[in-house]
């Protein structure tokens, strides 16, 4: 049946969910926390695409607020959050979750006061042991310019607790532990891409599927299945403004595909977007080489581990692909905070491997 339904583009994710979990029983939670993301998603599509109708919504620019990273929020960072966590509360799968714009994991179960959401009179039973981890709106220093933006995701399955907790008395540190997990233990990431279609793209860790959103029937329709990436690409992306503070193997291995003096013997072209999710989405598809790498500034890089590199990762090898830190592999790099940041270049087998070359080379 995966592969059937896998094979029928234009099968709805909706349907594409029902089928998995046919086939896969264990999946009935994810089918329910990815309806919620669906619906969030669709909600930010329309957002995004209205918040320059400055008159109309009034959501564009900054919201006058900083998050804890020191980042300016716009607007939309907050909102975007707002709409996750709301439409993550209520499928009531999710215990915890972590998010760009929250200072600290949430026990998704309790409103901003700490109470119970759920009464007993609420249908949806309270019974959520997944943990969902987000950037709501990746890019978004682009938003006000018309750029491609996107939300970011992955899910783990609460690890186990030395002791029983009760769900109504869980502590911050149950919600941090359940948060602070390596990027092999994710069991679902993808992201959705706000661009000129909104497309959602993921993996529960068969393949890598994409799905672009039918305006006509309001539903996200399969049109990329399993996206494989190309081993080999000629497009590099990285912020070279930073280029004189990167590390040397990596400022070596830049010039050196830009000259064509590369295993391929082409020089490459350059990509930037700036919007980790528009750069992660075309070089799924075209090949190539995108990274934040560190630099002597920011000696970690500047994307965050846990609801950026780390669910990208999953994607991107499911895709064929490699993502490392430069040197290690970024989905066995257990975070030690939420915010951490890590080095990442990630891309095609074959680009990513030359480029580790020049690290080992240099040691
Ligand atoms: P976010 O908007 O969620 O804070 O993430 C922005 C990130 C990522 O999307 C992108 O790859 C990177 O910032 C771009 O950084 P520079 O503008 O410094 O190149
Ligand atoms: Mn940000
Ligand atoms: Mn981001
Ligand atoms: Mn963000």
Redesign the pocket.
Known sequence: IHEDVCSQTGVTLSRYMMEMVRVNPELEEIESIFTSLQVACKALSNLVRTSSLSGLTGLEGDGGSINI?G?EQKKLDVIANDVLKKALRWNGKLATIAS?EEDEPVDILKDNMGNPVFSNDILVEANGHYVAVF?P?????NIDAGIP?GTIFGIFDQPECPIEFDNMKRSEDRCLQDALQPGTNLVAAGYCLYSSATTFVFTLGGGVHGFTLDERIGEFVLTHPNIKMPPRGKIYSL?E?NRWDWDSPLQKYVTDIQQGLGDTKTRYSSR?I????A?VHRTLQYGGIFG?PADKKNPDG??RLLY?AAPMAFLVEQAGGLALTGKHRIAEIPPVRVHQRVPCILGSRDDVLEMRRYYVESQ
């Open positions: 990273q980042e760009e950037d709106l990746d890019g978004s220093s933006v912020n403004a930037y700036g919007s980790m999710v750069d934040y500047k994307l950026e």
